[in-house]
């Protein structure tokens, strides 16, 4: 069944407004959800070189809209294998250095099978970068550096996200996850 992009759309937005907003995943979320700077935008890719230049057309398109602050790049059927998602990943970060994106934008990535090198997949702290597709978050580095700068230190924040995943447990993770897919297009 082809889910439509409305669909997939409405999906990861409640993921990030019921997981990375409720739970404070990310505290910089919450403003920019609130003042609907966050983009989201569904790939039908195939084949990887043409993520790559979906990717790079964001890029553009985000160099050209600075009231957006952010895009969620969202995949639901090209990366089905979480390894294959990290060679993107990969080759992402490389074509963005090429491009010379370096230090005016930068990824953050997502996928439904997601696992920290050196964790077992079935380790809840893998939850922190588990999403409903697998997606790539496209952030502008001005903003991120903005954000720390107000925050302070941030490096407490995943330790804070692993002991908020570990106090949930891996079933409430997985009625959250559950509760985000299930939406009528337009509605709950």
Excluded at 25 to 36: G, H, I, L, S
Excluded at 37 to 46: A, D, N, Q
Excluded at 55 to 65: I, S, T
Excluded at 107 to 120: M, Q, R, V
Aim: glycine share 4%; charged share 30%.
């Amino acid at each position: 069944m082809l889910l439509s992009d409305e669909l997939v759309a409405a999906q990861t937005m409640k993921w990030v407004n019921e997981f990375i907003v409720a739970l404070n995943v990310c505290p910089f979320a919450k403003r920019e959800v609130e003042k609907d700077s966050v983009r989201c935008v569904v790939l039908r890719s195939k084949k990887i070189e043409v993520a790559l230049e979906e990717l790079m057309v964001e890029v553009q398109w985000l160099d050209e809209h600075p009231e957006t602050e952010t895009t969620l790049l969202i995949f639901p059927t090209l990366f089905k294998d979480f390894h294959r998602y990290l060679d993107f990943v990969d080759m992402a970060e490389e074509m963005m250095f090429e491009q010379e994106c370096e230090g005016v934008y930068q990824l953050a990535t997502f996928h439904p099978d997601y696992c920290f090198s050196g964790a077992e997949s079935d380790e809840v702290s893998n939850y922190t970068n588990r999403s409903p597709y697998p997606m790539l978050h496209l952030l502008r580095e001005a903003s991120v550096d903005k954000a720390v700068e107000f925050y302070g230190d941030t490096t407490t924040i995943p330790e804070q996200n692993v002991d908020k995943m570990d106090a949930l447990g891996r079933a409430k993770l997985d009625a959250i996850f559950a509760h985000c897919m299930k939406i009528d297009v337009g509605g709950a």
